[in-house]
């Protein structure tokens, strides 16, 4: 087909790129690995001549040359809707601005609430039909296209082609400009460790899953870990809708876990939103029909979550309340990461026919000074986020046991939840309940009663 002259009609230097954005411009940058590295750096260079340009990025793979401290002083304002740990750095300098959302709603916001100026987003490159497929990141790059002035492609060889699914990828025609990158290496993710800790949690949730759930996992080395256990367990015919599509899937759906056949919703598909990893897990993405790619609001959308029976929604957290209030994105003033969907699954999964949803974190942690913390605690520290409401949290797990939440009053919550604390923690707990009016004489927790006298 007759693409290849639109190609070279539109085809610029980056420097050229990067001249459509104009002083007072609102810029958005692909989500993840989308990233435009490679306009990124030739945006920065433009500081001197641009003011007031406000950058959106999502989890940017490093640090974003715009939010480099030289870039700053007011020419660039960078904004990220989920922290990446390149982010958080600059967020810590001043340089990094959060922008707070449920990321199902991320497509309605570029839809309804905001504007872009210029879209920035890398692609893999371009097919026969004049498309360019969004790869690992589809996230809510359409929607971020049609709401842009202009849009400005990043082509980079070693994009997976990534198949949808819907939404998967930009058409030549809707193309201001095309820029041919360096065909940097995409990011990978090491395989996290998996502690003595993260296993132990892991064993309880995994006794938790039936043949034919519908999994969700979060990132780090606990999903991690209950990847590997299911690998290596006697759990079938499990099926896959997630946001995040990690290598804990691609070992689960080599060892034969993974079928997707009893599932309501894409019947056969492992249905994701992006995908962070090793290069072989972008390797298994590259045209393979076993996977589709789609937005974000369909994805995290409460229905197409619900649709699928016996979802199992796995994700860590920093800290959980006595109320039952949990924060995964922030410690106290410092932010860490986003919501994500976070909320979006944990409401979602509950709601699925035999569904369930599970908040893990480990007893403990350390602080700066090494100092070992509680990461249950009787109520959070100012600054903190509340990522899920105490109305929403379902089951809670540390590597002392799983309590569910669901339909327990302040007390019953209280008594739950010190009961999987760390043991040296557990009066200190019973003794901020009492204060807190959420203790009384009812307990029955054999490991904590003797700290209670009567009702507060």
């Known amino acids: 087909m007759g693409f290849s002259s639109d190609y070279r009609n539109k085809l610029v230097s980056a420097t050229d790129a990067v001249a459509a954005v104009k002083p007072g411009d609102w810029v958005d940058y692909g989500a993840f690995c989308c990233a435009p590295e490679t306009l990124d750096a030739a945006l920065a260079k433009r500081q001197i001549e641009l003011w007031d340009v406000k950058v959106r990025a999502l989890a940017f793979p490093g640090i974003a040359a715009v939010s480099s401290e030289e870039a700053g002083n007011g020419r660039f304002i960078y904004n990220s809707w989920h922290f990446s740990g390149g982010e958080r750095k600059s967020h810590d300098k001043g340089n990094c601005h959060f922008i707070p959302f449920v990321y199902h709603e991320g497509p309605s916001h570029y839809r309804n609430n905001i504007r872009t100026d210029v879209c920035m987003v890398r692609v893999a490159p371009m097919d026969t039909f004049g498309n360019f497929n969004f790869g690992i990141a589809n996230s809510f790059q359409r929607a971020i296209i049609e709401n842009a002035r202009k849009v400005i492609v990043e082509v980079n060889e070693n994009m997976p082609r990534c198949l949808g699914g819907a939404e998967e990828s930009v058409h030549i025609s809707e193309v201001d400009f095309i820029v041919e990158s360096d065909n940097k290496a995409l990011l990978t993710l090491p395989d996290a460790p998996v502690t003595e800790v993260d296993k132990a949690i892991a064993t309880l949730i995994v006794e938790q899953i039936k ?3 519908c999994i969700q996992l979060g990132i780090g080395g606990m999903p991690n870990a209950v990847g590997k256990l299911i690998a290596r367990s006697d759990l079938k015919n499990l099926g896959v809708h997630t946001e995040m599509l990690a290598d804990s899937y691609l070992e689960m759906y080599e060892a034969g876990k993974i079928t997707n056949n009893r599932k309501c919703l894409d019947k056969g598909k492992m249905v994701y939103a992006f995908a962070l990893g090793s290069q072989k897990l972008y390797e298994f993405l590259d045209n393979n029909p076993v996977c589709a790619s789609y937005p974000v609001d369909y994805t995290n959308s409460l229905h197409n979550i619900l649709v699928n029976d016996r979802v199992v929604s796995i994700n860590n957290a920093l ?14 003033y410092r932010h860490i990461t986003g919501t994500g969907g976070q909320f979006d699954f944990a409401y979602g999964a509950y709601h699925s026919q035999g569904g369930k949803s599970f908040i893990c974190l480990s007893s403990t942690t350390k602080d700066k000074e090494g100092k070992v913390i509680s990461r249950i605690k009787p109520v959070f520290n100012p600054g903190t986020i509340v990522t899920l409401p105490r109305s929403i949290t379902h089951n809670v ?22 009961s999987i604390a760390h043991p040296d923690f557990r009066d200190e707990l019973v003794q901020e309940a009492e204060r807190m009016k959420i203790w009384c004489a009812a307990n029955r927790n054999d490991e904590v009663l003797h700290m209670v006298g009567a009702c507060a």
Do not use: H, N, P
């Not at 800290?319 to 106290?332: A, I, P, R, W």
């Not at 797990?397 to 010190?418: C, D, F, H, N, P």
């Open 319 to 332: 800290e959980v309340d006595l109320y039952g209030q949990v924060s995964s994105e922030s410690s106290g």
């Open 211 to 213: 043949d034919g759930a």
């Open 397 to 418: 797990v540390t590597e002392y046991g799983m309590v569910s939440l669901k339909g327990k009053s302040t007390w019953e919550r209280a008594e739950a939840l010190i």
